[in-house]
């Protein structure tokens, strides 16, 4: 279903279902003695909001019913990529003396339970009230302890998100990382530009911010449908093309750039070969090096 101005959902529907997808992913490179992530969580989390397909996904033996052209380890791969691009990002903020983080759009993001945050260290989850109960409540019921001081912001991000999130205790006079992962596409291109805005607003110098980086402007024109087209083939039921916010919009590159930030992007080959990948011949490979990842640094 296409998205609309107000639109609402849940865990197993429209924009929440992506999050659930992404947390079974994380939970398939969790599997097993030569995993690639530790995620622990990532696992119940999928099976309790209920997804068939993802739970027959999570329960099948590679190549069990896999469809024409799916490669499970290329799945295990990109979301291996993914996770520990922004895993180290936390990673190094916290070095750099950073000690509040936020993660816009939370979904079954357990970064607060599983990182190892100093003690002092404060994580705020921004996401629909909905999503941030149902987490909260069945990882209590899992026995599962952050790992730092986590405050949920149960906010939708086109509300006043900024007044909720300084009401939760975010200091803007000190410095903050920011989590915009997986996140940009499904904004329409004011409401990305508006985010940018609110973030800066909020960040001190020193603060920074992670995100996808796709090229707008070099990327190929069907490339929400070709990225749909490589989700099915994993066993999703998501058109992801419908959910997606097309057309013209500024890259995060040049927008944050252009507003005084630092930028550093990593394309999707190098991102790849720092994990020693081979980047997957398949959709991914086509959007090159207008794809990748992007930290941002407020001077």
Request: charge should be negative; glycine fraction near 8%; aromatic fraction near 8%.
């Amino acid at each position: 279903m296409a998205r609309t101005e107000n639109d609402t959902w849940d865990l197993a529907s429209s924009v929440g279902a992506t999050a659930t997808a992404v947390a079974a992913q994380r939970a398939l490179a969790s599997q097993g003695p030569d995993r690639l992530l530790d995620d622990p969580w990532a696992d119940p989390l999928v099976r309790a909001v209920g997804i068939d397909t993802l739970i027959k996904l999570l329960d099948a033996k590679p190549g069990d019913g896999d469809k024409p052209g799916f490669n499970r380890q290329t799945l295990i791969h990109q979301i291996t990529v993914r996770t520990r691009y922004f895993d180290d990002f936390f990673t190094r903020a916290v070095d750099a003396g950073v000690r509040q983080a936020v993660i816009l759009a939370s979904g079954l993001d357990t970064r607060a339970y599983r990182l190892p945050w100093p003690p002092d260290a404060v994580v705020y989850e921004i996401d629909q009230p909905g999503v941030i109960d149902f987490k909260t409540r069945t990882l209590a019921d899992l026995g599962a302890e952050p790992t730092a001081t986590r405050r949920t912001v149960a906010i939708d991000l086109r509300d006043d998100w900024p007044s909720a999130l300084t009401d939760a205790g975010l200091d803007p006079t000190k410095p903050t990382a920011w989590s915009a992962e997986g996140l940009l596409i499904y904004l329409p291109p004011d409401a990305q530009d508006r985010l940018f805005d609110n973030v800066a607003a909020l960040s001190a110098p020193g603060s920074r911010i992670a995100c996808e980086h796709m090229d707008f402007a070099n990327i190929p024109s069907d490339w929400a449908q070709r990225l749909t087209e490589r989700s099915r083939r994993g066993g999703s039921e998501i058109n992801l093309a419908e959910l997606f916010y097309t057309g013209d919009r500024t890259s995060a590159s040049e927008y944050l750039a252009g507003h005084g930030w630092q930028v550093d992007i990593k394309t999707t080959k190098e991102a790849y070969a720092a994990n020693g990948f081979p980047v997957p011949q398949d959709e991914m490979a086509s959007l090159g090096d207008a794809a990748g990842y992007l930290t941002a640094l407020r001077v």
